[in-house]
């Protein structure tokens, strides 16, 4: 039986049963990992993630799940059964909903059959490529922590007994290096990923030159005392902030008063540089895909526009609650669990500066490549302290390497200073940045 007959199948039997609502989400994923050093593997995991998790809920509005390894008609009765029971004594809520079919592309998420095509000793040989290209790159770099290849391939379906029923694949593969740089007893780590939808964006001598200089660039690092200077974060660096940002703006935090955004829709709470999208309808991106967790239509969603906020993240539950439409961020990873909220493609709008001219424009600044410790960041006050590597500018150019630093402060301050927002814009998984620069900030040093 096919999966889409099987869910619909499963939502049938669940009605019989006497459940109010169904839904049924199959998952069919496979993923593969390359780890090489040296020039060896050094390990190859290839994962399978399959099964059915369905959900119900009861007239009063009590939800229950359960899930099955077997994909199989013969076991929906016993996993129907078992989300029905399970749901008896959980906490009854009219905002417990399952959505409607909404106008869905399921164009959006074409697998490219070069991931799948590829052998696995071409892989291999990618990751290796990373390393020796690194080392090509840079006489400093002698070796490599870690480089590596992985890909996914996933199949969703999903059906409830609103109607809707929606089926699709999707994937994407990836290249990383963590390569070291070494200059008598100085060792320093550079780091360079790309991910893609796309198996022939992966240019390894790409990712292995950008790691390595990436690496080269800190060596010699000189210590500075504590001072006040203008600091700009790279990209990669800027998406850290991501772990703070993410969870505040989740409409669930908001309700539960654990948000810094609380209240506060409509107003002021960033640099009127500062624009973040999260968009799943992404041309080319990483979580780009027709629906949600829970079956909402994917969309473009202006959490901040010009530094003014204009919406939360909102899944099916949050957005009832609220009485506003689901922004189509119900996320689920694997059919074992009900959607949560969550991102799809996460990014900061580019600006129109380019990067070259952002550091020119600086007297004396920081340009931050590597932060520490963002996960002890504060997502209800927004306070952070974080350690940071990177390199010192002076009159419009990179002078010497910084380590041994610290930036700490709170989170909407410091992005209310945002004085200069680079246009190149890029993404690292399914978050991006730009390069982005503030005006003056206090660096502690030694």
Not at 319 to 343: H, L, M, Q, Y
Not at 368 to 389: E, K, L, Q, Y
Request: glycine share 10%; charged share 20%; aromatic share 6%.
């Amino acid at each position: 039986m096919q999966y889409l007959e099987l869910a619909k199948l499963a939502v049938d039997k669940a009605k019989q049963m006497g459940a109010h609502a169904a839904e049924a989400y199959v998952l069919d994923a496979k993923s593969l990992q390359i780890i090489t050093s040296k020039d060896q593997v050094e390990s190859l995991k290839l994962s399978e993630d399959a099964g059915i998790g369905i959900r119900v809920i009861s007239p009063e509005g009590r939800v229950g799940f359960a899930y099955s390894t077997e994909i199989d008609a013969s076991q929906l009765q016993a996993t129907v059964s078992q989300a029905i029971n399970n749901g008896e004594n959980t906490f009854a809520d009219k905002f417990n909903v399952l959505p409607s079919r909404g106008e869905i592309d399921q164009q959006l998420a074409v697998v490219d059959p070069s991931i799948h095509a590829t052998k696995v000793e071409d892989k291999i040989e990618l990751a290796k490529q990373v390393e020796r290209s690194a080392k090509a790159a840079s006489k400093y770099v002698k070796r490599a922590e870690r480089c590596g290849y992985e890909d996914a391939e996933y199949q969703v379906t999903l059906v409830n007994s609103n109607e809707l029923a929606v089926q699709y694949r999707s994937g994407y593969c990836g290249l990383f290096g963590l390569v070291l740089a070494e200059d008598n007893a100085d060792i320093q780590t550079g780091v360079a990923v790309k991910y893609s939808r796309k198996f022939c964006d992966l240019i390894p001598e790409t990712i292995g030159q950008e790691a390595a200089e990436n690496a080269a660039q800190l060596l010699g690092a000189k210590n500075i005392g504590t001072t006040k200077a203008a600091v700009l974060l790279s990209p990669y660096v800027a998406t850290s902030f991501f772990s703070v940002l993410i969870p505040a703006l989740s409409a669930d935090a908001v309700h539960k008063g654990r948000s810094l955004f609380k209240g506060k829709l409509e107003n002021k709470v960033m640099s009127p540089l500062i624009s973040l999208v999260d968009d799943g309808l992404l041309a080319g991106g990483i979580s780009t895909a027709p629906i949600d967790g829970e079956g909402v239509a994917a969309k473009r969603t202006e959490l901040i526009s010009e530094g003014v906020l204009k919406s939360y993240l909102y899944n099916s539950y949050t957005a009832a609650k609220d009485n506003v439409p689901s922004t189509g961020n119900g996320v689920r990873s694997s059919f074992k669990g009900v959607p949560e909220i969550g991102p799809t493609n996460m990014f900061i709008a580019a600006g129109t500066t380019p990067k070259d001219k952002l550091v020119q424009e600086v007297q004396d600044g920081f340009y931050v490549t590597n932060v520490m410790g963002m996960h002890t960041a504060n997502s209800i006050t927004g306070d952070f302290s974080v350690g940071a590597s990177g390199v010192w500018i002076k009159n419009g150019a990179f002078t010497h390497a910084v380590r041994g630093v610290a930036i700490a402060g709170n989170l909407m301050e410091l992005l209310g200073e945002v004085d200069g927002v680079g246009n190149d814009l890029r993404f690292f998984g399914s978050n991006g940045a730009p390069t982005i620069r503030f005006s003056r900030i206090t660096i502690s040093g030694s």
